[in-house]
């Protein structure tokens, strides 16, 4: 079938039940693939050296395609030959130049380098990481796809996929984007290198983040400075936050003595750049069909608190047996009583606060 998105036109197999063995195109992701470009525009202004670009798990060549139609050097890899032709045909179709490399993408990453990096694959990306962190000179974008174990609901392939233990709580998507920046970060700093998020985004069951890279043994130090655990009490929600790689977590709650769950190492610092965001969200032009949707993610991507974790309010309030105000008031009234307190893009009742749980109930009561 052929598939519009952007300035270009693909051909893709028909996707569906019994074309399993077909070369993998996923529709869900045009959001991804949209903000990738965007992405691509406003990385430009920023690094105007940035030239060469590798789709390392192409597929289609779609991702590959649309950065060739930004004016990058394309390099699309896969081990499959039929996603080799497809990505080959797809570049004639548009009439577009692009290297395409029937190959796996990690020993092609550590014998070439290229100034982006995009590694889209089936699952987790961190088969993959080692040799992006190596083959990688200024931006590397990831996306993960494997959100259960990212969350901490299929809880031991979270532990062996990314070195860290997952925690199943309330605030689960960004448990999966905390873990996968942590994994990130602290293998990048294995070569010396500091991976700094400036955006990430938990969209439609799947992780995307953008790391731009720093080299040398001081600037990989500093990151680990922001990667530590989250100290979780299911009975009363209270979260405390720990920076470092060896925890020290408390022997019980010491808000109502229950047993405290362990998470970690996640990261904890900033998950997007606001500045940054702003250039992305001008970038995001009529030819982008997702646009309606990016606008908005992206303001409230850079309005978030820089906080470890996030609460739904419906959840609380149903806890506590009121009923739900307007996320407006509710706010509002976190702010008045001297709270910082933002929307998230969790969800449509998520908010980031500084208040304490004991305090967000008792601050809001009068509005229930």
Same mark, same amino acid.
């Given at each position: 079938?052929?598939?519009?998105?952007?300035?270009?036109?693909?051909?893709?197999?028909?996707?569906?039940?019994?074309?399993?063995?077909?070369?993998?195109?996923?529709?869900?992701?045009?959001?991804?693939?949209?903000?990738?470009?965007?992405?691509?525009? #406003?990385?430009?202004?920023?690094?105007? !050296? @940035? #030239?060469?670009?590798?789709?390392?798990?192409?597929?289609?060549?779609?991702?590959?395609? %649309?950065?060739?139609?930004?004016?990058?050097?394309?390099?699309?890899?896969?081990?499959?030959?039929?996603?080799?032709?497809?990505?080959?045909?797809?570049?004639? !179709?548009?009439?577009?130049?692009?290297?395409?490399?029937?190959?796996?993408? +990690?020993?092609?990453?550590?014998?070439?380098?290229?100034?982006?990096?995009?590694?889209?694959?089936?699952?987790?990306?961190?088969?993959?990481?080692?040799? /992006?962190?190596?083959?990688?000179?200024?931006?590397?974008?990831?996306?993960?796809?494997?959100? /259960?174990?990212?969350?901490?609901?299929?809880?031991?392939?979270?532990?062996?996929?990314?070195?860290?233990?997952?925690?199943?709580?309330?605030?689960?998507?960004?448990?999966?984007?905390?873990?996968?920046?942590? #994994?990130?970060?602290?293998?990048? @700093? %294995?070569?010396?290198?500091? @991976?700094?998020?400036?955006?990430?985004?938990?969209?439609?069951?799947?992780?995307?983040?953008?790391?731009?890279?720093?080299?040398?043994? %001081?600037? #990989?130090?500093?990151?680990?400075?922001?990667?530590?655990?989250?100290?979780?009490?299911? =009975?009363?929600?209270? !979260?405390?936050?720990? !920076?470092?790689?060896?925890?020290?977590?408390?022997?019980?709650?010491? +808000?109502?003595?229950?047993?405290?769950?362990?998470?970690?190492?996640?990261?904890?610092?900033?998950?997007?750049?606001?500045?940054?965001?702003?250039?992305?969200?001008?970038?995001?032009? /009529?030819?982008?069909?997702?646009?309606?949707?990016?606008?908005?993610?992206? =303001?409230?991507?850079?309005?978030?608190?820089?906080?470890?974790?996030?609460?739904? =309010?419906?959840?609380?309030?149903?806890?506590?047996?009121?009923?739900?105000?307007?996320?407006?008031?509710?706010?509002?009234?976190?702010?008045?009583?001297?709270?910082?307190?933002?929307?998230?893009?969790?969800?449509?009742?998520?908010?980031?606060?500084?208040?304490?749980?004991?305090?967000?109930?008792?601050?809001?009561?009068?509005?229930?």
């Amino acid at each position: 079938m052929y598939v519009s998105e952007g300035d270009v036109e693909v051909v893709v197999p028909e996707q569906g039940e019994g074309n399993s063995d077909e070369v993998f195109y996923n529709p869900v992701q045009e959001l991804n693939r949209d903000l990738t470009v965007a992405v691509l525009r #406003a990385y430009r202004e920023r690094e105007p !050296r @940035a #030239a060469t670009y590798l789709d390392a798990t192409a597929a289609s060549g779609i991702r590959g395609v %649309r950065a060739a139609s930004e004016g990058w050097e394309i390099t699309c890899a896969d081990v499959d030959p039929d996603a080799v032709e497809l990505c080959r045909e797809n570049l004639t !179709r548009n009439d577009l130049a692009g290297t395409v490399c029937h190959t796996d993408a +990690n020993p092609l990453l550590h014998q070439e380098y290229f100034d982006v990096v995009d590694v889209d694959p089936f699952g987790t990306p961190i088969p993959f990481a080692d040799a /992006a962190f190596q083959g990688t000179r200024n931006l590397l974008c990831v996306t993960a796809t494997d959100t /259960a174990p990212l969350c901490g609901a299929h809880f031991e392939s979270g532990v062996r996929s990314y070195s860290a233990v997952p925690r199943n709580t309330e605030y689960h998507a960004e448990m999966g984007v905390r873990i996968l920046l942590s #994994a990130l970060v602290r293998t990048g @700093a %294995r070569y010396d290198v500091a @991976a700094n998020p400036i955006l990430t985004h938990a969209s439609d069951h799947y992780v995307r983040t953008y790391l731009e890279l720093d080299r040398g043994a %001081r600037v #990989a130090n500093a990151t680990l400075e922001d990667v530590g655990y989250i100290y979780h009490c299911q =009975q009363c929600l209270r !979260r405390q936050t720990e !920076r470092g790689l060896t925890g020290d977590p408390p022997p019980e709650c010491p +808000n109502c003595g229950h047993h405290v769950q362990t998470a970690g190492p996640v990261w904890l610092g900033r998950t997007c750049d606001p500045e940054f965001l702003d250039v992305v969200r001008s970038r995001v032009t /009529a030819d982008l069909a997702t646009g309606d949707e990016l606008r908005p993610l992206l =303001q409230t991507l850079a309005d978030e608190l820089p906080v470890p974790t996030h609460y739904d =309010q419906h959840r609380l309030t149903k806890r506590w047996g009121r009923p739900a105000p307007s996320m407006a008031a509710f706010l509002d009234k976190l702010r008045s009583g001297g709270y910082r307190a933002s929307r998230t893009h969790y969800g449509g009742t998520t908010f980031k606060t500084t208040a304490s749980v004991p305090d967000i109930r008792a601050i809001t009561g009068e509005l229930g």
